[in-house]
């Protein structure tokens, strides 16, 4: 499937850490230090996601392998960008920055992907300084926008690992999120929908539209042998998706494709077996002729058969058309994801 990479002592290993910086503002006794990544730090990572991050879209981890595989494993992973808080020799908050890679942009855009404090060291600015420290590594790395939660194609890491079965920035479920940034300079860019359909009833999906699509396309899957761009490689590859094709007997040409994941972590999470759909696409030439609904509804049919009972998809909240589409087929909001930005003073 998509490639993944291992994980190597030249990622993040044996490298020199960053002194202390103490930060005596705290309430009380308790003096809070704060620090770069050091290679001992995934399993108290872990530890503190598991008590900062509860809501609905981050799965609770029972060790480090998913965010070594969806963080530390990637080549662009920098030591740098990672903040931890500790207390008492206890970590009590992280902070993760990154720059976006992506080919295609005109303007260098900085993204602070994720912010934690453990609960009962909150409302006392110790996310305030992580996100003063990301955006500092920001601007340093050359950022013209800063922006708060990932998403395509500024989401360096953690798809696969929270939000669901893309990036959607952060989740309107954690209610924390969205006056945490405003305080702090940033504005809501954009909205998106999260929806699921439950596969464990009766799909009742016929259209007569239907009828002649079955004799002129055909769909294939397997795994790609590469995506787009060595960005989407980055992002996507290590979620190891299937690739799903509807093709045109008659010209041989594609007709809509999308990429396909099982995502094991939210499964355990919600207990139940769940596929995410992402890049969801239909060749122009062929819209408005219920190919997207006869592609989706055969993929749909396909994941029950393989006795997945939940499936996912993301969508831009300013795309009426398809809301309408997947709320035709059932699909339901179960979140919003919010991306925020702030400009560069």
Known sequence: MGKSSEITASTYNNLPTQPFARDDRARGSTVVEYRTFRN????????????????????????????E???FAKSIFDRKGLFVAESNGVVVGFAHAGMSRNPFSTQAVGTTCLIG????????????ELLKRCEQYLRDQGAE???????W???????GLYGGCDSPGF???AAAAEPFFTKHGYRVDLSVQVLQRKLDQPMKMFDARFLPLRNRFDMQFGTPRRLLSSWHEFIHGYLDPLQFILNDRQTGSWVAR??????????????????????FEVN????????????LSLIMKYIQDQFFTLVEIQLDENNEAGRRFLRSLDFEQVDTGQVFVKSIQ
């Open 258 to 279: 999308t990429l396909v994941w099982e995502m094991e972590a939210f499964s355990i999470h919600w207990r139940r077996p769940t596929v995410g759909i992402f890049d």
């Open 171 to 173: 989740l309107k479920s």
């Open 69 to 71: 595989r969806y963080v």
């Open 40 to 67: 001992t730090d995934p399993p108290r990572l872990v530890a503190v996601w598991n008590d900062a991050f509860t809501q609905r879209g981050a799965p609770r981890l029972s060790n480090n392998t998913l965010i």
């Open 284 to 295: 122009p030439p062929y819209r408005g002729q219920a190919v997207g609904r006869y592609f």
């Open 145 to 151: 926008q800063l922006t708060a939660g990932g998403h």
């Open 117 to 128: 404090v453990r609960p009962a060291h909150q409302r006392q600015g110790i996310g305030g």
């Open 153 to 159: 194609p500024n989401n360096p890491f953690y798809m």
